[in-house]
């Protein structure tokens, strides 16, 4: 009998039964798998947010459609300035005033005057009106193309996470397949060194 081969396959043997190989690797898989929850949990709330702008980006284009539409429906919620009716006010008591000491009072030139000065400071302040509503609207659609920017991007870390994660998470299975497949064959080949070693 040869002793040092019956004590190799015995060391195998108590290395196959233990039958902990695979570990390093399990626990490397559940860290992968820690750290991409970790890292989707980051990237989620951007996500969620360009996910959500979408409907209301394709709505507010929708609502532009027809320009002509847009607009009218735009200067329905037109009104007055308190500004400008108070140039208006002011402008038709200067006119007034001025008619009054010039005589021309009830004269059809000094009413198409009047009537002019009011008409311009009313499509002025609508023009300004007009043109602030645009902005804003303007901020709008840029702000949910923006959030959708940005959400586009998580995705595309979020992809590039998962693919990465799924790489080491199967490079981790097959180190655990192999740890087990070892443990086995220390297992097996420790018992025929010690069978072997009676010969």
Known sequence: ?????????LGQV??????DSNKPY?????????????GAAVQSPYWNAGTGAIGDYQNW??????????????????SESPYAHNLQTDA??????????????????L???????????????????LQNVLGINTQYGAGQQNLMNTGQNAANSLTNLYQDTGKSMGDAAFGSAQGKRKDSNDFWGGIGNMIGSFF
């Open 1 to 9: 009998m040869d002793i040092f081969s019956f004590l190799s396959g």
């Open 14 to 19: 108590g290395s196959g039964m233990r039958g």
């Open 26 to 38: 399990d626990a490397a898989g559940k860290q992968y798998q820690d750290w991409a929850n970790k």
């Open 61 to 78: 284009l929708q609502g532009q459609k027809d320009p002509s539409k847009f607009i009218n429906n735009l200067m329905g919620g037109y």
């Open 92 to 109: 038709m008591n200067a006119g007034t005033n001025f008619g009054s000491a010039s005589g021309l009072t009830g004269s059809s030139a």
């Open 111 to 129: 009413a198409q005057q009047m009537q002019q000065n009011a008409g311009k400071i009313s499509s002025n302040d609508m023009n300004s009106w």
